[in-house]
């Protein structure tokens, strides 16, 4: 329970300390995810993702940026790694001045767990098209996560989710660009169905030439089926 009380402090610490940095924009990023598994070994994840301002070029504001639709279809190839590609749509041009854009995924994942921590490894390439550019993106993801209460996540108990990520994006028109992305989110397991996290992801984009710096408040609702 007393991580369940620091959680809170640290993110309000952490959306001031924010607000304080040069070159920041803030956003809020809800989202809806369906899991359906079709075998023991195949699956699907359907998700839905809402991106809005609340604080960009040094001012308060709520405004609608993008709307993402994603699908991914994820393969069991051993008890603890898996692989799995993914399509996603952005709808942006409805609500500012960005393009869409398709994207397609491959990722390749690997959990290992030692008493009640889990750690996963995951590798991704991505190709991002609009009618601007293709950009490819290299990207690993270190994450931990760990229930907060006993050796195992009960219904109605809180569970902690850490990720650690850093990018490559490449494009013929532009030069390199790394970014580097720390993700915090407490959960809940309300029910055998039914997870509910809340969070925050922090970005420094660009960072070897511009560094932006860009906060998500993040609640994401996860159904399985």
């Not at 604080?55 to 603890?80: A, C, G, P, T």
């Not at 397609?104 to 959990?111: A, D, L, M």
């Not at 490894?121 to 991002?128: N, S």
Request: charged residues 20%.
């Amino acid at each position: 329970m007393c991580y369940t009380r620091l959680f809170w402090p640290l993110l309000f610490l952490g959306c001031l300390l924010a607000q304080a940095q040069e070159n920041f924009t803030g956003y809020l990023q809800p989202q809806v995810a369906l899991n359906y598994d079709v075998t023991p070994f195949y699956s699907h994840n359907f998700s839905a993702q809402n991106r809005n301002y609340f604080y960009e070029d040094e001012n308060s504001r709520l405004q609608v940026r993008q709307l993402d639709l994603s699908h991914f279809s994820n393969l069991k190839i051993r008890d603890n790694q898996s692989m799995a590609l993914g399509v996603m749509y952005r709808f942006r041009e409805n609500f500012d001045d960005g393009p869409n854009e398709l994207r397609f995924t491959q990722q390749y994942n690997i959990t290992q767990k030692k008493f009640v921590v889990r750690y996963g490894h995951r590798f991704r390439t991505e190709q991002r098209i609009t009618d601007v550019m293709t950009t490819h993106r290299f990207r690993y993801r270190f994450s931990i996560d760990f229930p907060l209460l006993g050796e195992r996540i009960d219904i109605g108990e809180p569970y902690l989710v850490g990720n650690l990520e850093t990018l490559l994006s490449l494009a013929r028109s532009q030069g390199p660009q790394y970014d580097q992305r720390l993700t915090l989110n407490l959960g809940w397991l309300l029910n055998k169905e039914t997870k509910l996290q809340v969070g925050t992801e922090y970005r420094f984009e660009d960072f070897t030439v511009e560094t932006e710096n860009v906060l998500f408040l993040l609640t994401t609702l996860n159904f399985s089926l």
